[in-house]
């Protein structure tokens, strides 16, 4: 607390002291004030230069710490629980390392519980058990509900598809007869929307087989190290599954061309891939698997995986025509209690350019603008103004995608 001058104690006696005295009491006062203001201004300058120290190291250890939650993770198991520390057992290169953890963590682990560590192989958490994984990333669907009546516009694409996949499960024994090797794998490519996951369904649907669908991107984005163990469990799946249709979405997430970059990231979806060639090019005992894969990005993948006896045959997808749209619009308004004055072919002329999932887009929000307006059937307008506002989304979707 400061004193006021009102309260400081006079250093001389009012009465008595002369005016000399009074001068030279306050000049050593003033001394001695002087002296301490000096101490507190260098103890201030201290603390200041303490507080800018830690300031920086604050800011240090905030960089890293983002720097840790934006690099990889890689998985582990924990082998042992020791004394001195975990031991863990890398995926991938199957490194074991010892490592510290706190007291909370270590409380959670315990030996073949699968982790996440950082670059410096510190354990950052514990993870799921893998049939959890592997549920959250393959879709095993025994009986998909798609037939070939529902997709419109792709005749020439099914009938490849039906010769292909279809054809070496219903029959094998004709190929076998003619001697030739049925196609190891199909991929599927074009815009997205267009029915190639449809397709794969359908054909699933035809021959009674599984459908285990499986997105590239899931098999390498998540932690480190799974990709190709995933690749091999997959197939695990679908020999267990027999006869199944394996469809693997997205593909150029892990077969695009090499870059030269040589991070642990590009590693990881080489290893994956290299995986995924090793189990197609053991197709004499995939037995009644099939494999179609997809892509909305053809010019991305590395040709390896296009090779004879892996994805050898190449089927394109494209956006409908006029009279693939107008099939399409009827497919998805089967169900629907649709006007009289309800013109298809007009529809399919308006919606030049939409693919089929825009379609089935256009097709739902014409029947909530119906509903909205209290009616149970759906108008022309109402298709037209769904195209309106369908459109208008989609293209500011790709603007913002452009700018993104
Ligand atoms: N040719 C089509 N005929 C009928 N409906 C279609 C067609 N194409 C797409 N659709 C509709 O769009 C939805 C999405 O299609 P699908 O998932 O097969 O597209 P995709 O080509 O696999 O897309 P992506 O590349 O984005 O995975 C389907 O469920 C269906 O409702």
Known sequence: MTDTVDDVDLPYDEE??????KIEAL????????????????KLLDANAENNKYQQKLERLTHENKKLKQSPLFVATVQELTDEGVIIKQHG????????????????????????????????????????????VMQVDHSPDVRYEDIGGLEAQMQEVRETVEMP???????????????????????PGTGKTMLAKAVANQTDATFIKMAGSELVHKFIGEGA???????????????????????????????DSKTSGDAEVQRTMMQLLSEMD????????????????????????????????????????????????KIHTRDMNVADDVDFEALAEMASDASGADIKAVCTEAGMFAIRDDRTE???????????????ETTDDSVSRAFA
């Open 378 to 392: 759906i108008y022309m307008d109402d298709f037209v103004s769904a195209w309106e506002k369908i459109s208008a």
């Open 229 to 259: 163990k995933l690749v091999r469990d997959l197939f695990e799946v679908a020999r267990e599954n027999e006869p199944a249709v394996l469809f693997i979405d997205e593909i150029d997430a892990i077969a695009s061309k090499r870059t």
């Open 16 to 21: 008595a002291a002369s005016q000399q005295d």
């Open 169 to 191: 499960l219903d029959r094998p024994e004709m190929f076998e007869q003619v001697g030739i090797e049925p196609p190891s794998g199909v991929l599927l490519h074009g815009p």
């Open 93 to 136: 290169n199957n490194q074991e390392a010892l490592t510290e953890v706190t007291e909370e963590m270590r409380s959670e682990l315990e030996p073949d519980s699968r982790v996440a560590v950082n670059n410096s192989l510190s354990v950052v958490k514990r993870l799921d058990k893998e049939t959890d994984v592997r549920a959250r």
């Open 282 to 329: 053991g197709f004499e005992e995939r037995g009644d698997i099939r494999i179609i894969a997809a892509t909305n990005r053809f010019d991305m993948l590395d040709p390896a995986i296009l090779r004879p006896g892996r994805f050898d045959r190449l089927i394109e997808v494209p956006k409908p025509d006029d009279a693939g749209r107008e099939i399409i619009f």
């Open 27 to 42: 000049r050593e006062r003033l001394d001695v004030l002087e002296g301490q203001n000096e101490e507190m201004r260098d």
